[in-house]
């Protein structure tokens, strides 16, 4: 029975290897007599405007009481975004929070410094600058605002280029199938890349020094929109059919 075992195994052993070895050989070595792969790729590429308007601010002050100064901090983000909140297009999120000592170096004196940002972002830019010179109104600093292409709209016109793609891949290996004598194309291992790049169209930073803005007068800024270029690659190999 040992001996019948074994040589059960040697016999089996160079079949699984043989197995092995033609499923690591190059497709092309096994396609049927008449039959071509093409490797073919196609490019895709659309201009958009931005369409999402995103304001960054922050209010910053100073104190010699570190509890006065974090109540001051608190109340005026409060009002600030229970004012954002009113407007239904709006969306607003708070950031980072920072309270920190500093010395005053003629005098020694220590004095506490603090500051919290928040981010306004919507479709609706028109209603984004009026309630950014209001925030600004009540001592906000602008730290930055700028256009950007909305992750959705991104996303819509990403999946049309890639139908436009796969029927300019299929149109070329049709005709490649043609150009060879074949009278067939069909598309294998189909593979997609997103090559897209949203550059930001308005950037404004105001630093520390409007702070001195106590409570004055604000007209709203200005914010003209961009355009983002989306570019979409396909690529394939065909499998031509006698």
């Known amino acids: 029975m040992i001996r019948f075992a074994l040589l059960i195994a040697l016999v089996l052993f160079p079949l699984s290897a043989k197995s092995a070895f033609a499923q690591m050989q190059d497709p092309i070595l096994t396609l049927p007599d008449g039959q071509v792969i093409l490797s073919i790729s196609a490019t895709e590429r659309k201009e958009v405007e931005q369409d999402l308007l995103v304001a960054s601010l922050s209010y910053n002050a100073k104190n010699r009481n570190p509890a006065k100064l974090q109540d001051e901090i608190n109340s005026v983000m409060k009002k600030a975004v229970d004012l954002v909140k009113k407007e239904k297009t709006l969306k ?13 170096e003629r005098t020694k004196e220590i004095i506490w410094e603090g500051s919290q940002s928040m981010t306004i972002k919507s479709k609706d830019a028109e209603t984004v600058l009026k309630t950014v010179a209001k925030l600004q109104e009540m001592k906000l600093v602008m730290e930055d605002l700028s ?23 299929q149109t070329r290996a049709n005709r490649a199938a043609k150009a060879l004598g074949k009278s067939s194309a ?13 550059p930001q169209a308005v950037h404004r930073s105001y630093g520390m020094e409007m702070m001195a803005m106590k409570g004055e007068s604000v007209s709203a800024p200005v914010a003209e929109a961009g355009e983002s270029t989306i570019t979409l690659s396909v690529s394939a190999r065909a499998i031509l059919k006698p």
């Open 92 to 104: 607003v999120s708070t950031g980072g929070y920072d309270v920190y000592e500093d010395e005053i």
């Open 147 to 169: 256009y950007m292409l909305a992750p959705e709209t991104a996303v819509a016109i990403q999946d049309g280029l890639m139908e436009d793609a796969l029927k300019q891949l």
């Open 186 to 198: 069909e598309l294998r291992d189909v593979q997609v890349q997103s090559n897209s790049h949203f």
